[in-house]
């Protein structure tokens, strides 16, 4: 008579050369990434005790107040009128850029449409900022 071995029925298989191979691979992805350095905005604050010299350029102020209307260089002028405007006055002054400080009310498709004026009218630094 022979007797039978009875198998383990909880054998479980040898996970060690697996694991090996999932270190490798993560080693492997680890070394060979490369790592892209984001661009973000530069939020520098104004320190009111910085001097400004007499060669700073400052920018042309628009405003826009709650219920729409644009004021530039303190002239209540229509959104038509807007880019010749600027035009006049980079062409009087120079500037360094475009400062449009609207109402927290005002409409954003009227602060749009005054940026894409600015735009069409050749400057390129446009900064939004709230009144």
Do not use: C
């Amino acid at each position: 008579m022979r007797q039978r071995k009875q198998q383990d029925s909880t054998a479980t298989p040898d996970m060690t050369p697996m694991l090996d191979v999932v270190f490798i691979l993560l080693i492997f992805f680890i070394v060979t990434t490369t790592f892209v350095k984001q661009n973000g905005l530069d939020w520098s604050s104004n320190d009111p005790n910085q001097v400004q010299t007499p060669t700073q350029v400052k920018p042309l102020l628009i405003t826009i107040d709650e219920i729409g209307t644009i004021n530039i260089q303190g002239r209540d002028i229509s959104l038509g009128a807007l880019r010749a405007n600027i035009e006049s006055a980079k062409a009087t002054a120079k500037y360094a850029g475009v400062l449009v400080q609207a109402h927290e009310l005002a409409a954003t498709k009227v602060l749009v449409a005054v940026a894409d004026q600015v735009k069409l009218s050749g400057i390129q630094q446009v900064v939004v900022s709230k009144m």
